[in-house]
């Protein structure tokens, strides 16, 4: 695959920044750790698919005290932001740079949860299913793997209702969506959304049940399933 670039220029700025350009930022990552099964007292073992700056991270390693993380990301600059703020969770976090789906998952039957937050739309359609192929065999018997991500709509009417919604939320905060993106130094370069009907069959296609949406917002989706006992 072609590894992706920075996608943003300076990961210092990336937490400060992400509520004003994705929508119920927040609610979108609740969404995800309200979904697996487990619960919280678990020692859940989780892979975590583009960690960043380690937001979701700190989230689940807080929602499940005995969980323990492997939080995956290719940009340095974003792991040394997440090891700084997990530092706290001493040893129950590993942080690997390395690009999924050619580097991660490696492991298989390893994981009781794989989740994902605003990564894998980077992807192309045939490395998304590619990685939830793989995110399958690292998942044991009744794992499950749970996205929350950008998703492309299948109508041009809808793309447009997205962008409008997206331009108010960043005026709603006080900017113009093309200033605040240059101000951010993001880029949309590696951005490459399916749709969440194609996203939830190649799921099935991968084997995992219970394949369904959890959550939405326009163009934002927490969806994912199970792998069979
Ligand atoms: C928008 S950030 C999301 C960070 C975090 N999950 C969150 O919810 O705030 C996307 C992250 O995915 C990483 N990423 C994108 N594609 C990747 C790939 N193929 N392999 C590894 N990391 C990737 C980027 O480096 C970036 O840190």
Redesign the pocket.
């Known amino acids: 695959m072609t590894k992706?670039g920075e996608?943003f220029e300076d990961s210092r700025v990336y937490d400060p920044g992400?509520e004003a350009i994705v929508p119920r930022y927040d609610e979108l990552?609740d969404a995800i750790l309200n979904a697996p099964p487990q619960e919280r007292s678990a020692s859940v073992r989780v892979l975590e698919?583009?960690?960043?700056?380690g937001?979701?991270t700190a989230k689940l390693l807080t929602r499940f005290p005995e969980s323990t993380v492997l939080a995956?990301?290719?940009?340095e600059n974003?792991l040394t932001e997440a090891e700084r703020k997990l530092e706290t969770f001493g040893d129950r976090f590993e942080i690997a740079r390395?690009?999924?789906p050619d580097d991660y998952p490696t492991e298989r039957a390893e994981y009781d949860l794989v989740v994902s937050?605003?990564?894998v739309h980077?992807?192309d359609g045939e490395e998304k299913r590619a990685l939830f192929d793989a995110v399958y065999d690292a998942l044991v018997p009744g794992g499950w793997f749970v996205n929350g991500d950008v998703v492309r709509f299948d109508a041009d009417h809808l793309e447009t209702l997205a962008d409008t919604m997206i331009q108010n939320w960043v005026r709603s905060k006080g900017w113009e969506e093309e200033e605040f993106m240059d101000r951010w130094e993001a880029s949309d370069d590696y951005d490459d959304p399916d749709t969440l009907t194609d996203q939830l069959v190649w799921l099935r296609e991968a084997g995992f049940e219970s394949v369904t949406p959890v959550w939405q917002y326009y163009n934002f989706a927490v969806f994912g399933g199970g792998k069979p006992q």
């Open positions: 992706p996608v992400i990552h698919l583009g960690a960043g700056t937001e979701l995956v990301d290719h940009s974003m390395g690009a999924f937050s605003l990564a980077h992807l």
